[in-house]
């Protein structure tokens, strides 16, 4: 087996008269970003596979927005409807492509990724406060908010499993997550355990910290697994439970300085979040509270 890693911009140049049993797309990000592929591979893939994300549904919001007008479904059947932005305009595209042209085609709509390397390790929020000994942690209004995630070997096996269906993959989109959604602070305190330490939730108002934790999702994002289990028989190769050792344990084995490089984009979208001095002093605070 031969694997080609290629800008897409170059695709058409490097690919040349190569035919592929597959492709795998994993930066469409706008309308343009199909059509190079396409241009390269129409009549030359058994089946290109792209990398969409649970943000394109309608109602799914990243932590810190405001709740959408959008109600989402508890779980969010592939029919859901989705919203304008970039991974919509890149599946628009693409299904367009494969309606105008002999061109195999299947979308991938993953959960939020986590596991060793995954950069935007939302774990680092426990995982980091652990390192520093401390043993309480604010989970704003309560923790109960879930953001449906994948194992990053999950979602490997998810493409495996297209590319060994690829007529029932062809033309449909798959939601991709793990076999379990927890809330925030199940996952908190399963983090903390699987660190051999005891970790005390403190559920803050957000009025008393405003920050929103890496989870604090406005509605409950859980995705149907249905079809991907039906179609591609997909089976979870690793359960969550292991997942999240591997990832509490390479998060914990990070040098400080490392864990800043490697965990660029996690600093960039939480890392304020990280000011533990005022969170210590929303704690005091609470703690003093008349009661």
């Known amino acids: ?6 800008e897409r911009q170059e695709a058409a140049r490097v690919v040349g008269d190569r035919l592929f049993d597959a492709v795998v797309d994993g930066g469409a990000r706008s309308p343009l970003d199909p059509v190079y592929l396409h241009q390269a591979l129409v009549g030359r893939v058994g ?29 969010v059947p592939e029919e859901a409807p989705v919203q304008p932005g970039p991974f919509q305009q890149a599946e628009e595209s693409l299904w ?42 604010v989970l704003a209004d309560g923790g109960g ?24 993959a062809d033309g449909g989109a798959f939601n991709v997550a793990d076999s379990d959604a ?11 355990a699987t660190a051999g330490r005891r970790l005390q939730i403190v559920h803050l108002p957000s009025e008393w910290w405003p920050c929103p934790h890496p989870w604090a999702c406005p509605q409950p994002v859980v995705l149907d697994l249905y079809r991907l289990r039906a179609r591609l028989g997909y089976q ?56």
């Open 1 to 6: 087996m031969a694997v080609l890693s290629v």
């Open 145 to 168: 908010q879930i953001l449906h995630r994948l194992y990053v070997d999950n979602a490997v096996h998810a493409v495996i499993s297209a590319l060994d269906h690829p007529h029932q």
């Open 47 to 75: 089946l290109l596979i792209q990398l969409s994300s649970w943000r394109v549904y309608a109602g799914a919001e990243e932590p810190g927005r405001a709740l959408p007008a959008q109600p989402l479904p508890t779980p």
């Open 236 to 291: 979870e190769p690793i359960a969550p439970v292991r997942a999240l050792e591997a990832t509490v344990r390479w998060l914990m084995e990070l040098a400080d300085d490392e864990a800043f490089l490697t965990l660029a984009p996690y600093w960039e979208r939480f890392g304020a979040c990280h000011d533990l001095v005022a969170e210590e002093r929303a704690l005091a605070r609470w703690h003093a509270r008349p009661l």
């Open 96 to 137: 367009r492509l494969r309606s105008a042209s002999r061109y195999p085609a299947t979308v991938l709509r993953l959960g939020a990724l986590y596991g060793p390397g995954i950069r935007l390790a939302r774990e680092w929020y426990v995982v980091d406060r652990l390192r520093r000994g401390r043993n309480e942690l």
């Open 182 to 192: 927890p809330t925030a602070a199940r996952l908190v305190l399963g983090i903390a």
